[in-house]
């Protein structure tokens, strides 16, 4: 039985030439050490799990497993959260454990269905029309900036019923509480930023709650579940852990998606003449370099040995999702796009307790999307050479800074 973390860290997860191609040391991780421990600079240990058997199996263990940290410690020992900073970030369902979980899931899960999300597919249509009707006169265009950011960050701006006027200040906010440009940020800049979010979204509730309008906001400001609202620290992490999870995700979705296409002209040549499989090309994109590279934090509530690993209470533990995804022992030439692969089970929207709330509507965001887009662009190709691309830093998401393309 492995009992020590290795001091030393054996691979490098962090620098630029990883993070341009992560997949060969996530094979390598698979092969020699599916269930690595990585000691931090802090000393604490972090385990990376790398292969499809052993994530799921974290994913579904809640009981060893916790999302509140607060959950690793005895319950006199708990306290309430008190910066509003922390509250924003982590009075959430994504950082939350069963009972509470349960409880702030059942408030939204309704208004994620995919019937209800279907209803929004011709204003996604409209919203990407419009983004790309804005460059199509232009020779080249950063797909980041002009199409694969903004598209997803309107949808779940309007559905959760900020007003157009307030949206470009809202995204500014947003951006301040998690997105790695804000480490530019000194800490009393960000704190700023967030108080005028909360400031801002406090007002928006009194507005909604005396006069509800047919939105996401006015709705859980008045939703009961089991015969409790939402306090107001929860309602505020709540909008702001959608409009975060609308910014930072879809738009790796559209920007890796594109560009794998890109470089596979073969795929995207099946695709033109087949366009009923751009549901299973989706899926397929997911998979292969899909937006989200490492789950969110999970920690160890109590000394136990996981498969033949001493873990102990309060360790961090991530599960990488995009290597889980490359597992040969779940998927056929894990390494080939295909986007005419079946019986795709890829993790990328997690699994478990935690699936991810807004799947559906990712879906809905990918196809249109990628579909309209290289309808609109059949000439589109890269504007500079694949090696110059660059990759955002941190382990959570994978996405691209910029995706510089030749339109016609
Ligand atoms: C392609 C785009 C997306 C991907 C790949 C993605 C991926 C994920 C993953 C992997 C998780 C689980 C994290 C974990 O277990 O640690 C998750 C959770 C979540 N996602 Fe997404 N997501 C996407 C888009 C969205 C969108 C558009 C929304 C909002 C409408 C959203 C809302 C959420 C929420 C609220 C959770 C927390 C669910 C819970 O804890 O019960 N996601 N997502």
Redesign the pocket.
Known sequence: MKTQPSATARYDLFSPTFKANPFPTFAQMRQDDPIYAHRSPSGGTIWYITRFEEVTAV?KDNDHFV?DVRNTLPPDAQKPRKSSLNRLINE???F?DPPD?TRL?AL?NQA?TPRRVEQLAGRVQQITDELLAVIAAADEADLIASFALPM?VRI?AE?LGIPPADQAQVADWSQAIISPGSRNLNYSARKRKVRAFVDYLRQMFVLRQQEPQDDLISALVLAEEAGERLNEAELSSMVA??LV??HE??V??LGNGALALLNHPEQLAILRERPALWETAVEEL?RFD???ET??T?WVRDDFVFEGHQMRRGDVVRVV?ASANRDASQFDQPNVLDVTRQDNRH????M????????P??RL??QIGLQTLFDTFPKLCLAVPIDQLEWRSGVLFRGLKQLPVRLH
């Not at 993790?347 to 997690?350: I, K, N, S, W």
């Not at 478990?352 to 799947?359: Q, T």
């Open positions: 994913l999302k959430n369902m994504l939350a979980h899931r939204v994620f997803p779940i559905l852990l959608l999870t609308g995700t879809t790796n979705l997911l899909g937006p989200v789950s969110t999970r999702l993790l990328a929207f997690g478990g307790i935690h699936y991810c709330l807004g799947a509507l990712a965001e990918g």
